[in-house]
């Protein structure tokens, strides 16, 4: 402060003494000057720019940390295995949770349909939540197989394994062959019907790559493989899926898919235009808002109607009501326009699957504990 105030009238003095600026800058630019010509005033502020020079700007200040690059628990893993765990994107938890929560719902309604004791759902939730690790896992990695290229140029996607050449594209197929060979050690463990019914999920996991090259909707496409679970962990229970409550749910699941992925989408809108990829985000574009609060609204619709059709109770419409109160609010604060925000904006959209699954899991607690309650709040 004391500085500004002192060179304000020496600034105020200065009178130009050549073609060439003020002594002042010349000082400060090395280039000569012309003494003689100097007055009073301009040797004051010549006399406090070389202070400034010469004292002001070598005394050291306080040194500014580096800021360390963003790293995670892989990082403290032998670097070998690194790159074939970023592939599977599992320091990213959220995803999982995503190809999760349908399962559970799913298993936890058909539990609660046929009235199984506890250990049935508890186990089918263990062996699905293996099976979310590992497809969604298998489903990264086809993922950056197809894209390795296109990642190259996206500023989110660049730092990818395939895409920076931490490992070829063999390296990643063959790592692939082992992910599908779990994921099916897993799958074995069902039934013949819930079996079949998990393979044939596979073709649309292949697919979705390339969905975003050729359709501005790759995220229903996703949605059909994400959503797989509510068909499959009904049929892991009851023997044969339920198609009267199963369909709704898968359609409800859809619906929420499309609203999460095209908030997930709006990150990389600006590199998409320019490499040429599609997306709802894209397709939406300025109405993204309204459009996601029709799907919302379609999405707790469906699940709503599934829940009616199973005769559920208070709890489940309890975990419908929290589950829009959060998709409201990722709506209504979400900034299509900033990456932070949208992910901030994905990640809450989680939270809407684990209230469904809460109301699911409560209305089945309160059913085996034996306590009473309306039914069906609906009828």
């Known amino acids: 402060m004391y500085a500004k105030l002192f060179l304000r009238p020496c600034q105020l003095g200065l009178r130009r003494c050549s073609p060439g600026g003020s002594p002042s800058s010349l000082i400060a630019s090395g280039r ?14 010549l006399s406090f720019r070389v202070f400034q020079r010469n004292f002001v700007q070598s005394t050291p200040g306080p040194s500014t940390p580096a800021i360390p690059s963003q790293r995670t628990w892989v990082d403290s893993l032998p670097t070998p295995i690194r790159p ?32 199984v004791p ?38 989110r996607t660049k730092e990818r394994p395939l895409a920076r050449g931490d490992i070829n594209s063999s390296q990643a197929v063959a790592f692939l062959g082992a992910q599908l060979a779990t994921g099916l050690a897993v799958l074995l463990q069902f039934n013949w019907y819930s079996i079949l019914l998990g393979a044939s999920s596979l073709s649309v996991v292949g697919i979705y790559p390339l969905m975003k090259r050729v359709t501005y909707w790759p995220q229903a496409v996703l949605g059909l493989a994400f959503n797989w679970g509510a068909l499959l962990g009904w049929s892991a229970v009851a023997g044969v899926t339920d198609w009267s409550v199963c369909l709704p749910l898968y359609a409800g699941g859809i619906c929420w898919t499309l609203v999460y992925d095209t908030i ?6 600006s590199d998409d235009k320019t490499v040429g990829i599609r997306s709802t985000a894209l397709l939406f574009g300025a109405n993204t808002r309204p ?20 005769a559920h109770g208070m709890p489940f419409y309890l975990g419908v009501g929290l589950a829009a109160t959060q998709l409201g609010r990722v709506l209504v604060k979400t900034d299509f326009d900033d990456t932070r925000s949208c992910w901030n904006g994905f990640v809450g959209c989680g939270w809407a699957g684990f209230w469904l699954w809460m109301g699911a ?19």
């Open 118 to 155: 506890w250990t049935v759902p508890a186990t089918f939730i263990g062996l699905f939540g293996v099976g979310a690790i590992i497809m969604r896992g298998a489903g990264c990695t086809i993922n950056d197989i197809w894209d390795r290229n296109l990642d190259k140029a996206v500023a």
């Open 84 to 115: 074939y765990l970023y592939l599977t994107r599992i320091d990213k938890p959220i995803g999982t949770l995503l190809l999760f929560y349908p399962c559970a719902w799913s298993i936890t309604m058909a539990s609660y349909a046929l009235q």
């Open 291 to 310: 459009v996601l609060t029709g799907l919302s609204v379609a999405s707790l619709s469906f699940i709503s109607y599934a829940g009616v059709l199973n």
């Open 264 to 269: 997930y989408a709006h990150q990389d809108k």
């Open 361 to 379: 899991l409560g209305d089945y607690t309160v059913l085996m504990s034996g306590l009473s309650y309306p039914e069906n709040p609906f009828f």
């Open 32 to 45: 000569p000057y012309n003494r003689p010509f100097l007055q009073r005033e301009d040797k004051t502020a």
